[in-house]
């Protein structure tokens, strides 16, 4: 008696992408029998999507709520739960607050402000770590712009704050705050992912090389500064290197310990360069991977130590040049600071904290090494993309660069083994 044939399995956009991304992997590695099997996987998919019936109209479906966690960012970067939950107290009418008792009866001060009661010592700091030099800033706004008592000698403007601080304030209110201030997060770093070209499911999946655990390793698609010239890009949107959790970094340094071990053999020093810039955007961080030759590569660390100290202003409040041959730029550079950083092979490097971000160039480090190597400027200015046939070539050269020191193959091979036994 014949089998029924089960019903191929509907996927999602990225599952589909992961699909294509096996299917591209196999192809480079050689593996004709994969590739076939995943690419039936995929039409079989393409054909149960578009036979997939049209959902019904929108005026008589019932739509769904989808329930997000909101979260905070702090001032190190360090996203956050919104916690707490209060319920918004009901209006009635404009009326005075009320002012809270600071002293009590034999003059002693009891206490500050109206929600001294309310807090404890944890929950004033988890507040003071999610608060940001804006937020006391529009606050001492507020206060100065609602202030309309009269001062004198006696009477000084901080007497003034202090006063209105003891009127008693809705904690609710505060509480809405926090929950505008983390809806407005949430729609910008949608926004932010929705545009990103480096998110994994939005790359472009032919010019990718290598897929690890949490990050992969890729092309650029653009013309590329010198022969070679790769990234290496985490999965998950994250803003810089300094914010990334610590498997995450720890796949990115065995990327860079093949990539180094590969140029080795080809006689040519790499480096490595992060700009983490703009970080209130919210970007994709990318490292990028140039070789260079031998003999202009042991003169690159003067160059970059040279560029960096007359980078930004004569008078900085940061120390300009921060060496990273004891300590990496996690530990260096604090969360949530804006900053360059540069490593030369699997040796140290340099970082530079920038203070000025509209006058540092998103290029500075991609200008030193062309000049170390004469490139044109086109090249590291603004470096225009390439078609197809000339990003496929550039792809399986390179991966042929980097077959020997692939260390992904492990996990490739342990999922083409899954696809032998479905």
């Known amino acids: 008696m014949p089998v029924a044939k089960q019903p191929p399995k509907v996927l999602t956009q990225t599952e589909m992408n992961q699909l294509a991304a096996k299917i591209l992997k196999a192809e480079i590695m050689g593996d004709q029998e994969t590739a076939d099997k995943l690419k039936s996987q995929l039409e079989d998919a393409k054909e149960a999507q578009a036979n997939q019936p049209a959902p019904s109209s929108p005026n008589t479906s019932h739509v769904e709520e989808e329930e997000l966690l909101l979260t905070r960012l702090d001032r190190s970067g360090m996203v956050r739960p919104l916690t707490g939950h209060h319920h918004p107290e009901p209006k009635r009418g404009r009326r005075r ?20 009661d309310q807090h404890s010592l944890k929950s004033l700091v988890e507040r003071e770590r999610m608060s940001t030099a804006e937020d006391a800033n529009m606050m001492f706004a507020r206060l100065a712009g609602r202030s309309i008592e009269k ?8 007497d003034v704050f202090m006063s209105r601080a003891n009127k008693r304030t809705s904690a609710s209110k505060y509480h809405e705050i926090d929950r505008s201030k983390a809806i407005n997060e949430h729609k910008k770093l949608s926004e932010a992912m929705e545009k990103c070209k480096f998110c994994f499911e939005q790359v472009q999946k032919h010019l990718i090389i290598a897929i690890g655990i949490k990050t992969y390793l890729c092309l650029p698609s653009h013309k590329s500064l010198t022969d070679g010239h790769c990234l290496i890009v985490p999965m998950q949107h994250v803003s810089s ?7 995450v970094w720890m796949e990115i340094q065995i990327f860079r310990k093949g990539l180094t071990k590969m140029f080795e053999d080809l006689e040519e020093d790499v480096v490595f360069m992060e700009t983490a810039v703009n970080l209130k955007w919210l970007p994709h961080m990318v490292i990028e991977c140039i070789p260079i030759p031998r003999e202009v590569g042991d003169m690159a660390p003067i160059y970059f130590k040279k560029a960096i100290m ?3 202003p004569e008078w900085s409040q940061n120390k300009k040049l921060v060496d ?9 550079v604090p969360k949530g600071f804006p900053y360059f950083s540069v490593d030369f092979g699997l040796q140290g490097g340099f970082a530079h904290v920038i203070e000025d971000e509209k006058s540092f160039p ?11 190597i004469d490139a044109e400027p086109e090249l590291w200015r603004k470096p225009h993309n390439e078609n197809f046939d000339d990003q ?5 050269k390179f991966a042929e660069w980097w077959k020997p020191f692939d260390w992904t193959q492990r996990l490739q091979q342990g999922e083409g083994q899954e696809v032998s036994h479905q």
């Open 324 to 332: 990273l041959s004891q300590k990496d730029v996690r530990k260096s």
């Open 97 to 116: 607050k009320e002012k809270v008792k600071t002293h009590n009866e034999s003059g002693e001060r009891e206490r500050y402000f109206a929600d001294d």
């Open 241 to 247: 290197g300094t914010l990334l959790d610590e498997d």
């Open 362 to 372: 998103r290029y500075f480090g991609r200008e030193i090494v062309g000049g170390m």
């Open 151 to 158: 001062t004198d000698d006696d009477h000084q403007v901080d």
């Open 392 to 396: 496929r070539s550039k792809v399986l």
């Open 310 to 312: 007359d980078a930004g």
